[in-house]
């Protein structure tokens, strides 16, 4: 059993938002210059820039994570994970058939480029990442667990796009097991002002758009490691994210 420290929610220069320096390799990089031992990368909608991350998590020490930001009906962000990527890329196919098509304006929203191992362009997305798809917060549960993944609303501390902004409560009745911070200060505030929030398993991720938002070293989740694999980590992980240990 060792600590594990992580950052479950970072984009790269496939979210418009993102800058065009978040590459797979300088996300990685800039994660062991941190010391964050699991990393998740969760584009807008789209989970297309993850197989370049695997690599590069690989050559880095990286235990990587692939992942989504989606974005639902009603405009609030959900942090979804995957076990293993190619759950992640199925979900990504499924995703694109939920997705409003909207052309992106890249002097407006930046560009959305899709990369290799190497950080080079193969490729960009044309239509805007960031809006909202058509999946609702009532089913975005199920259907990530239908491909084997989990989530969680994202920064739950945030006006712009958080649950509790849009909604004014977290519903009791929706399946989700965890909560993002993006803010630690602010957990006892939400706990005493917002009750079942209480119940969660926290998390608490950067958001990050720049290289200079990742997080330090600081979360952490102590996790079996023996006998050593990055994918025993991660199931190991994703155990504890369900509650099944």
Known sequence: ???????????????????????????????????LNIVALTDHNTTKNCPAFFAAAKKNG???????????????????????????MRFDEYIETRRIK??????IFGNQLILDENDEVIGTDEYLLSNATEITIDEVSGIVKEYGGICWPAHIDRQSNGIIATLG????????????????????EYFRNYENVKDKLIVVSSDAHYLWNMRDKDAYFEIEDEPYSSAFVRHNLFKKLRGEE
């Open 102 to 107: 909207i052309l992106n304006r890249t002097d």
């Open 1 to 35: 059993m060792n600590k594990y420290y992580y950052d479950f929610h970072i984009h790269s220069c496939l979210s418009p938002c993102g800058d065009d320096d978040m590459t797979p390799n300088n996300i990685c990089g800039m994660a062991v210059l941190n010391g």
């Open 62 to 88: 990286i235990i990587p994570i692939a992942g989504m930001e989606l974005t639902t009906a009603e405009d609030i962000h959900v942090v979804c994970l995957f076990e293993t990527l190619d759950e992640a």
């Open 169 to 188: 409560v977290f519903p009791d009745y929706l399946d989700f097991r965890c909560a993002e911070f993006h803010d630690k200060e602010k957990i006892e």
